[in-house]
């Protein structure tokens, strides 16, 4: 037992480094059931949540009410906490069954969430008709498209061609963006009617792509698993407590049986004594 949770412990303290990579989320919070979990990010962030659980995957939290498992969690925790907080600057969950559904009937469970705050959607970028708009994460990360519009709605850029209309986007701006960005380290997009379509024949037109970066999926997985393991560590830690107070039991049955075994010796020795003891009586 020893030498396993000396080896999962090493191995969590590598995968930590690794799943490190840019500022990480804070350690999980978590609150017991019924309860509410709040999140908030400093001026200029929001929230990016990285995972999710509702249920229960060890006893070490939250224990006061039923634990009957500790091997349920609902299908929907990443969705619903994401769908209440994802890119917001504050949000609050109820760890609820209402909210997630009941994954284990009869458990006292418990609400747990990491997520990290990043910055917000950087003011647009944007490049003029025939030109490219490069966009670049730092390592570990990936992008995340906001908004995007190619087309035209202002006459404050791009201004050296003919403008027609200052009403006009292409329908596809958004969709061929994601398509060459979404989730990537780097991309480069074309602000060209090969591209998008010409929404406004005869009017010069501009790309503008709001953007932010965000951890990278391969990130977010190593960060689920180093979670998953710090779990199990935790129910390692739980056996190896049981184990010892169950030899301290055993002991202590132990120095009870041999407390009775001493005690019987004694009063076989005192009714030896006394039949030697009447015996003698008997001779005289």
Not at 69 to 87: A, E, Y
Not at 104 to 110: A, N, R
Request: aromatic share 4%.
């Amino acid at each position: 037992m020893d030498h396993r949770w000396a080896c999962l412990t090493l191995f969590l303290v590598l995968l930590a480094d690794t799943a490190r990579g840019q500022a990480g989320p804070s350690g999980p919070r978590r609150v017991c059931e019924n309860q509410r979990l709040s999140i908030s990010c400093p001026a200029g962030q929001q929230i990016n949540i990285v995972s999710a659980l509702y249920g229960r995957t060890t006893g070490a939290f939250c224990p006061s009410g039923p634990i009957r498992t500790t091997n349920c969690r609902s299908s929907t925790s990443l969705t619903r906490v994401r769908t209440s907080c994802q890119g917001k600057p504050t949000c609050s969950v109820s760890a609820s069954n209402s909210v997630f559904g009941d994954p284990c009937v009869g458990t006292h469970k418990y609400l747990e969430v990491s997520s990290t705050c990043i910055p917000g959607p950087s003011g647009p970028r944007r490049v003029c008709e025939n030109q490219r708009l490069s966009i670049s994460c730092p390592a570990g990360q990936q992008i995340n498209i906001v908004s995007a519009l190619y087309g035209r709605t202002t006459g404050a850029f791009c201004p050296s061609g003919p403008i027609r209309t200052t009403n006009c986007r292409s329908s596809t701006s958004l969709t061929r963006v994601r398509t060459s960005c979404q989730g990537k380290p780097t991309c480069s997009v074309s602000a060209s009617n090969s591209v998008f379509g010409d929404p406004c024949v005869g009017t010069h037109k501009y790309l503008e792509v709001s953007s932010t970066c965000i951890p990278s999926k391969r990130m977010v997985e190593a960060r689920e698993t180093l979670q998953d393991l710090r779990d199990v560590l935790l129910d390692l830690e739980e056996a190896v407590e049981i184990e010892q107070e169950t030899r301290e039991l055993e002991d202590m049955a132990e120095d009870v049986d041999m407390a009775e075994d001493a005690e019987k010796e004694v009063r076989e020795l005192e009714e030896i004594e006394e039949n030697a003891g009447m015996a003698a009586e008997d001779d005289e």
